[in-house]
C-alpha cells in the first residue's frame, strides 16, 4: 500500500515537473525601428504599464480575466548586454518638466516576471500560479539594414551604394567625399591614416544624410552609432562609388597591401564580425518582433525621405521572410512566430485620422510583402501611442464639429489645441509635397499626475504579443 502511495505521488510530482517545463516560461520579445521610432518611450511605457497599470488594459485577457497576479522586474539573464535604463527613462518623464527619455545608441535588455493564473492544460490542473518571464530588447533598426551586406561582396556592395548616388549627392559632404576616393590609388600600398581620413569623410557624409537631409539608410548601420567600434580599424572602410569596372579589374590583381585588397578585407571582417554575430548571438533567439514605425514623422521629412523610411522598411521586412530560400534560414534558424508593425505616436493625430495612418503603413509594407513567405510567423499591423501625450476632443466650427488633439508644444510646453491634419492612405504625389507638404505635431510629455502613463492600444499589442502564452 504504501508503495502504491509513494509511486503515486512520484508520478504526480513527475507530472508536474513535466507540466512546468512543457508551458511556455520564457519569452525574449525584440523591439526595434529606425532612429528616433519610439523604442525608449515604448520599453519605459510597456514596463510602466505591466508593473503598475495592468488592471487598466482591458484587452489584454490575462488583466481582463483578474488572472494576471503581479510583474516586478527581475535579473536579466545575459551579464554582456547594458541594463535597460528604466529608472532613468522614468526620471525623466517624471522629472519638473517632464522630458522624454534621452536618445539611446545601442542594444539594451530588461526581464520582467509575470505570475499569472494559467487555465489550460495540465499545468492549469497542477499549480496554483505560473511564471512567464519576459525578456525585452531594445535594438537600434538601422542593423537590421546591413543585412544584404551578407549576401555581397565588396565590389558588389560598392556597386549598390553607387545605384542610389542621388540621394547621397544631396549632401555637400558629399563632393569631399568623392574626390578623396577619386584621389586614391587603389593598387599603391595602403596606409592607415589615408583610410582613416576618408572613412571619417564617408562617416561625415552618412550622418550629414541622416541628422541634417532626414535620410533613413546608411551603410554601413554602425558607422551611424559605432558604440565600442568607434576608430577601430573595422569601421575604417568605405564603397569605391564612381569607381570605374576597368579599374575594380586591376586593382583585384594588386598586392594584400594594397587599398583596393585592404578595404576588401575590412567589408568581410565587418560582414563576419559585425553582422553576421548581431544575427548569431541576438536575433536568432527572439521569439516576437515588434518594429515601430513613425510614418508621421517620415511625411513631415519630405516625399523623398519618406520614400527612404518605405525603402528602409523593405529591407528590414527581408530579415523577417523566414521562406526556404531565405538568406537568414540558410546561415541560421530564426524562430520568430509573431511580427507586429506599429505605427507609433498616434496620439499625435486625431482619432478619425488613426485608421488612415494604419493604411498608410499597411501600404508601406505591402511593397516588401509582395514576394514574401514569412512560414511560421504570424504578422500584424497596429496604430499605437504608447505614452499618451495629447487628449482628444471635437470642437464646433461653422463647418460642423471637428476633430481636436490638445498637447503641449514640445520646446515650451504650452498648451495648444489643433487639427492635425489627415493622414494619407497612400504615398501622395509629386505636387502635393510640392505644394504643401505635412506638418504633424510633437508633444511635451504628459505632465505626471502619478507615476502611471496613458496609451493608447498597447493592451491590444500585449494581447497579440503575450496573450497566447499567459493561457
Ligand atoms: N506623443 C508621443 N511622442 C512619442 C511617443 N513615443 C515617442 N515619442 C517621441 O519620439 C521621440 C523619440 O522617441 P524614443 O523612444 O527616444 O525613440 P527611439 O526609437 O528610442 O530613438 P533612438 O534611441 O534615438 O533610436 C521622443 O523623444 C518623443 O518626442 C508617444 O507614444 N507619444
Ligand atoms: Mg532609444
Redesign the pocket.
Known amino acids: 500500500m504504501v508503495n502504491v502511495r509513494q509511486s503515486w505521488s512520484r508520478l504526480q510530482h513527475h507530472a508536474q515537473q513535466v507540466a512546468l517545463r512543457a508551458g511556455d516560461r520564457h519569452i525574449r520579445l525584440a523591439v526595434t525601428?529606425?532612429?528616433?521610432?519610439?523604442?525608449?518611450?515604448?520599453v519605459?511605457?510597456l514596463v510602466n504599464q505591466l508593473t503598475l497599470g495592468y488592471d487598466k488594459l482591458p484587452l489584454f485577457s490575462v488583466a481582463r480575466e483578474q488572472r494576471l497576479i503581479g510583474v516586478k522586474r527581475v535579473m536579466q539573464p545575459d551579464l554582456n548586454i547594458a541594463s535597460f535604463d528604466y529608472q532613468g527613462g522614468i526620471a525623466q518623464l517624471t522629472a519638473e518638466p517632464p522630458k522624454?527619455?534621452?536618445?539611446?545608441?545601442n542594444i539594451s535588455e530588461l526581464r520582467l516576471a509575470l505570475r499569472y493564473l494559467p487555465t489550460k492544460g495540465l499545468r492549469a490542473k497542477l499549480v496554483d500560479s505560473a511564471t512567464l518571464y519576459l525578456d525585452i530588447i531594445?535594438y537600434?533598426g538601422e542593423w537590421l539594414l546591413d543585412l544584404p551586406m551578407l549576401q555581397l561582396d565588396f565590389v558588389q556592395w560598392s556597386t549598390q551604394v553607387n545605384a542610389a548616388a542621388t540621394k547621397y549627392q544631396s549632401s555637400d559632404k558629399y563632393d569631399d567625399f568623392i574626390n578623396s576616393v577619386n584621389q586614391l590609388r587603389l593598387t599603391d600600398v595602403a596606409d592607415e591614416q589615408v583610410l582613416a581620413d576618408i572613412s571619417k569623410r564617408y562617416q561625415a557624409l552618412l550622418l550629414d544624410l541622416v541628422h541634417q537631409h532626414g535620410f533613413y539608410q546608411a551603410q554601413p548601420g554602425r558607422m551611424l552609432l559605432p558604440g565600442e567600434l568607434d576608430g577601430a580599424p573595422i569601421l575604417s572602410f568605405f564603397p569605391l562609388m564612381t569607381v570605374s569596372e576597368q579599374q575594380i579589374i586591376e586593382a583585384s590583381k594588386a598586392d594584400k597591401n594594397s587599398y583596393f585588397k585592404v578595404l576588401q578585407h575590412r567589408y568581410q571582417e565587418y560582414v563576419q564580425q559585425v553582422v553576421k554575430p548581431f544575427y548569431r548571438d541576438h536575433f536568432c533567439h527572439f521569439d516576437r518582433q515588434v518594429v515601430?514605425v513613425?510614418c508621421l514623422g517620415g511625411l513631415n521629412r519630405g516625399k523623398d525621405q519618406f520614400m527612404d523610411m518605405t525603402s528602409a522598411l523593405e529591407h528590414i521586412l527581408e530579415s523577417f521572410q523566414f521562406g526556404q530560400n531565405n538568406l537568414l534560414k540558410r546561415l541560421f534558424s530564426p524562430k520568430i512566430d509573431k511580427l507586429l508593425f506599429a505605427a507609433?505616436?498616434v496620439?499625435?493625430i486625431s482619432r478619425d485620422q488613426q485608421a488612415n495612418l494604419l493604411q498608410l503603413l499597411g501600404n508601406m509594407l505591402k511593397a516588401g510583402q509582395q514576394h514574401a513567405r514569412f512560414d511560421g510567423c504570424v504578422v500584424e499591423t497596429m496604430a499605437?501611442?504608447?505614452?499618451?501625450?495629447?487628449r482628444h476632443g471635437t470642437v464646433n466650427t461653422a463647418s460642423g464639429p471637428c476633430e481636436v488633439v490638445q498637447?503641449r508644444v514640445?520646446d515650451s510646453g504650452r498648451p495648444v489645441t489643433i487639427f492635425p491634419g489627415e493622414v494619407p492612405t497612400h504615398l501622395p504625389d509629386t505636387s502635393f509635397w510640392q505644394g504643401q507638404g505635412f506638418d504633424f505635431p510633437?508633444?511635451a510629455?504628459p505632465i505626471a499626475t502619478n507615476q502611471l502613463f496613458g496609451?493608447i492600444r498597447m493592451d491590444h499589442l500585449l494581447e497579440f504579443i503575450l496573450g497566447d502564452k499567459l493561457l
Open positions: 525601428g529606425l532612429s528616433g521610432a519610439g523604442k525608449t518611450a515604448f519605459t511605457a522624454w527619455p534621452s536618445s539611446t545608441r531594445d537600434p515601430l513613425d507609433s505616436k496620439d499625435h499605437i501611442s504608447a505614452i499618451k501625450a495629447s498637447g514640445l510633437s508633444f510629455p496609451q
